[in-house]
């Protein structure tokens, strides 16, 4: 007997394109929802300003997931390489 489950998933074929493929940075994330959906928008900020650079608009239900999925990989994360300190408020100035 298998130890797979019943239903596979499908492989995805993910594709990036150059800009995408180059990351932006955020050193703060500002988070607002409507009862459809969540909106994440990616901050970098340099005091006295920020900017976005990255927005995601996504479901209640994928959030969730998200949540989920990044707990498990903060877990790992510091299984292997040790506990992670918060990172500061980068609005209040002070370089990180």
Same mark, same amino acid.
């Given at each position: 007997?298998?130890?797979?489950?019943?239903?596979?998933?499908?492989?995805?074929?993910?594709?990036?394109?150059?800009?995408?493929?180059?990351?932006?940075? &955020? !050193? $703060?994330? *500002?988070?607002?929802?409507?009862?459809?959906?969540?909106?994440?928008?990616?901050?970098?900020?340099v005091p006295p300003q920020g900017i976005v650079t990255a927005r995601i608009v996504t479901s209640p239900g994928h959030v969730k997931r998200l949540i989920r999925?990044?707990? &498990? !990989? $903060?877990? *790992?994360?510091?299984?292997?390489?040790?506990?992670?300190?918060?990172?500061?408020?980068?609005?209040?100035?002070?370089?990180?």
């Amino acid at each position: 007997m298998s130890d797979r489950p019943q239903e596979q998933r499908a492989a995805l074929n993910i594709k990036i394109n150059d800009e995408e493929l180059k990351g932006s940075y &955020a !050193n $703060l994330v *500002r988070i607002a929802h409507t009862r459809e959906e969540f909106i994440l928008d990616f901050i970098n900020v340099v005091p006295p300003q920020g900017i976005v650079t990255a927005r995601i608009v996504t479901s209640p239900g994928h959030v969730k997931r998200l949540i989920r999925t990044l707990a &498990a !990989n $903060l877990e *790992r994360y510091e299984q292997a390489h040790g506990i992670i300190e918060e990172a500061q408020d980068p609005t209040t100035g002070g370089i990180n």
